[in-house]
């Protein structure tokens, strides 16, 4: 076995590695009256889909913001004065409304019986069919927690270098394979011209300065077209990966951090990096790699410190403490 190969396969390895041992797959079945759990939630993220096709972008930033911040336990979507939802990071998160619409469908059919911290695993992986990835199981079983902080929300930086996104994760017991793939969700997505104007105008502190790292020519497209130097232009959408690509789930994201065209900071530090540099090569020349191990660091963020067995609750409602 050649050495690229053999890294590939201890990657692959650790990916699969893991989990939290209570949780089952087809944790539901049989436990909702003659209702399939995972049928409802998908046909109602299908129905949403086909209205919004960005609704993948928005579930999938839900699981991310909601899984690393005391696990996968529903604290995000708790309104209310200093709660997770309250904290800056969490202010542009979407999609709450798709998560209370399922649940309401299952409360319906079988009150207090599928968690909240279930339905936001599911409904993530769904839009991830729908948008073109790949699907994939994921076992559930999750309770409902009854923690919900600002303060708590520490969330990764959007400049942070390679080395600090892999400590971030590794803090979770994600590895650096796990932590190149997690970033693989910028396939999707948009962020706004006031996030990257550093990079533009003042890169380094320096007034007028403009990030090396960045292609030139999409600096360029950047800074006359779509984030010119005024204020005004600080809403504007930006795309994560390229417009025609920004709501599939793709390889393609890697391919333009080759090319020196990653949009947030953090995206691009993956290819400066020599530790990482080699994960983001595998993934952009292997559309076949990224389908098959993009889904498993999903899946291994959606088991970090969940609840379980009698641990928490079942709400009643998604945004309220029982």
Request: net charge positive.
């Amino acid at each position: 076995m050649g050495a690229a190969a053999l890294m590939v396969a201890l990657a692959v390895l650790a990916l699969a590695s893991g989990g939290a041992a209570s949780l089952q797959y087809g944790f539901y079945k049989g436990k909702c009256n003659s209702s399939d759990v995972e049928a409802v939630v998908q046909s109602i993220v299908k129905a949403r889909f086909a209205r919004e096709a960005p609704i993948v972008a928005y579930l999938l930033r839900m699981q991310f913001h909601e899984c690393v911040i005391n696990g996968c336990d529903g604290g995000l979507l708790i309104d209310g004065p200093g709660t997770e939802k309250t904290a800056p990071p969490n202010l542009s998160v979407k999609g709450y409304d798709v998560i209370a619409a399922i649940k309401a469908e299952l409360e319906r059919r079988c009150p207090g019986v599928v968690s909240c911290s279930d339905i936001q695993i599911l409904a993530a992986r769904d839009a991830i069919a729908l948008a073109g990835g790949p699907t994939y199981s994921v076992r559930t079983g999750r309770r409902d927690g009854r923690r919900s902080r600002a303060s708590d929300a520490n969330l990764p930086g959007i400049d942070f270098t390679a080395a600090q996104a892999v400590a971030y994760y590794g803090k979770l017991g994600l590895s650096a394979f796990d932590t190149v793939l997690l970033l693989g969700a910028h396939t999707v997505g948009v962020t706004h011209c006031s996030v990257i104007k550093s990079r533009l105008y003042s890169y380094g502190g320096k007034t007028g300065a403009t990030d090396p790292k960045l292609d030139p020519y999409y600096a360029f497209v950047y800074k006359t077209w779509v984030c010119p130097n005024t204020p005004s232009s600080d809403g504007n959408v930006v795309f994560l990966d390229d417009q025609w690509s920004a709501l599939r789930v793709d390889n393609n994201y890697y391919k333009n951090i080759q090319r020196r065209r990653g949009v947030l900071p953090v995206d691009q530090n993956l290819y400066n990096d020599g530790s990482t540099r080699w994960i983001v090569d595998l993934l952009a020349n292997d559309a076949g790699l990224f389908r098959s191990v993009f889904p498993q660091a999903l899946v291994k963020l959606s088991e970090v410190n969940v609840l379980t067995g009698t641990q928490g609750e079942i709400r009643k409602v998604c945004n309220k403490f029982n």
